[in-house]
């Protein structure tokens, strides 16, 4: 069973900077893929951005050229740079581990990091 651990949110002003991380338990960390997802009040949970186990990156079009999302496969650990932020960043940022299985991709999900923007 893999265990995600999400951490690094907080309130911070609107142009302001934070970086979320996400500790993965398990020995195949590195043949996942890495996703950060955000729930805003009232609102479905979104893709936020993901990483492929060979490194290649994808973002949603609201946070494209503000976001950054890396991984250090050494420390089992995938990251979430994010500047400029907004007050629509405001949300629950979760972190999902995507494993190959005999079957369907297994989904594994973290409990969460609350981001607040405001002044």
């Known amino acids: 069973q893999v265990q995600l651990v999400e951490s690094g949110g907080g309130l911070v002003q609107p142009g302001g900077s934070l970086r979320l991380s996400c500790a993965a338990s398990?020995?195949?960390?590195?043949?996942?893929?890495m996703g950060w997802y955000r729930q805003a009040p009232g609102k479905q949970r979104e893709l936020v951005a993901f990483?492929?186990?060979?490194?290649?990156?994808n973002y949603a079009e609201s946070v494209k050229g503000r976001f950054t999302i890396a991984r250090d496969n050494a420390k089992n650990t995938v990251y979430l740079q994010m500047t400029s932020l907004k007050p629509e960043d405001t949300a629950v940022y979760y972190c999902?581990?995507?494993?190959?299985?005999?079957?369907?991709?297994?989904?594994?999900w973290g409990k969460g990091t609350l981001v607040t923007v405001s002044s």
């Open positions: 999902n581990g995507r494993g190959a299985s005999a079957g369907p991709p297994i989904d594994y």
């Open positions: 398990g020995k195949f960390f590195s043949t996942y893929v």
């Open positions: 990483i492929s186990s060979g490194g290649t990156t």
